[in-house]
T-cell receptor, first 114, second 112 residues
Framework: DTEVTQTPKHLVMGMTNKKSLKCEQH?????MYWYKQKAKKPPELMFV???????INESVPSRFSPECPNSSLLNLHLHALQPEDSALYLC?????????????FGSGTRLTVV | EDKVVQSPLSLVVHEGDTVTLNCSYE??????LLWYKQEKKAPTFLFML????IEKKSGRLSSILDKKELFSILNITATQTGDSAIYLC????????????FGQGTRLTINP
């Protein structure tokens, strides 16, 4: 299995809703990432988990809450989002073997906040 | 602050032309440079470069890294309309943890 699987593919939520994005990989990768991508912009890093521990939080608002239950799963819990949070949310993983390694991206969740 | 700059930001050429996309970087603790192609959804991996002067090739695409001058180029020869996409350059750096920093991307359009 050489894929990163993200669900759902599309999500529409109201500003008072609570929802979660899910990401799964079975490549044995020990680093997992959440990126946010707005239209016509490059992906922006949000969070990095290394060996199931949060190692980087790029000053992301607390309405986004990441969780890494085990080495294969990464969640992003969403609460009280704003319309400007509408974007493509990408999950990625990497082997993190310290030698300069490649990343694998999921196909993303396109989130619309109404 | 880590920085990755791509040029040009946009490029329109005719089918069959050869294009060169540029990427320069300033990052702390460089590990590798990656090229991705992005159409409608997630970026798809093209190349990973870690050593200077070693060209990587895949069909009509090739790429090389210069770690002294801190840049990389991506070449596409005999372009086809299917090459139309955004090409992203990204650099892996280590600052406590490993992170991937993206450039702004080059939007490439190939006209028939």
């Amino acid at each position: 299995d050489t894929e990163v699987t993200q669900t759902p593919k599309h999500l529409v939520m109201g500003m008072t809703n609570k929802k979660s994005l899910k990401c799964e990989q079975h490549m044995g990768h020990r680093a997992m990432y959440w990126y946010k991508q707005k239209a016509k912009k490059p992906p922006e890093l949000m969070f990095v988990y290394s060996y199931e521990k949060l190692s980087i939080n790029e000053s992301v608002p607390s309405r986004f809450s990441p969780e890494c239950p085990n080495s294969s799963l990464l969640n992003l819990h969403l609460h009280a989002l704003q319309p400007e949070d509408s974007a493509l949310y990408l999950c990625a993983s990497s082997p993190f073997d310290g030698r300069g390694n490649s990343y694998t991206f999921g196909s993303g969740t396109r989130l619309t906040v109404v | 602050e880590d920085k990755v700059v791509q040029s040009p930001l946009s490029l329109v050429v005719h089918e069959g032309d050869t294009v060169t996309l540029n990427c320069s970087y300033e990052v702390t603790n460089f590990r590798s440079l990656l090229w991705y192609k992005q159409e409608k959804k997630a970026p798809t991996f093209l190349f990973m470069l870690t050593s200077s002067g070693i060209e990587k090739k895949s069909g009509r695409l090739s790429s090389i890294l210069d770690k002294k001058e801190l840049f990389s180029i991506l070449n596409i020869t005999a372009t086809q309309t299917g090459d139309s996409a955004i090409y992203l350059c990204a650099v892996v750096s280590i600052q406590g943890a490993q992170k991937l920093v993206f450039g702004q991307g080059t939007r490439l359009t190939i006209n028939p």
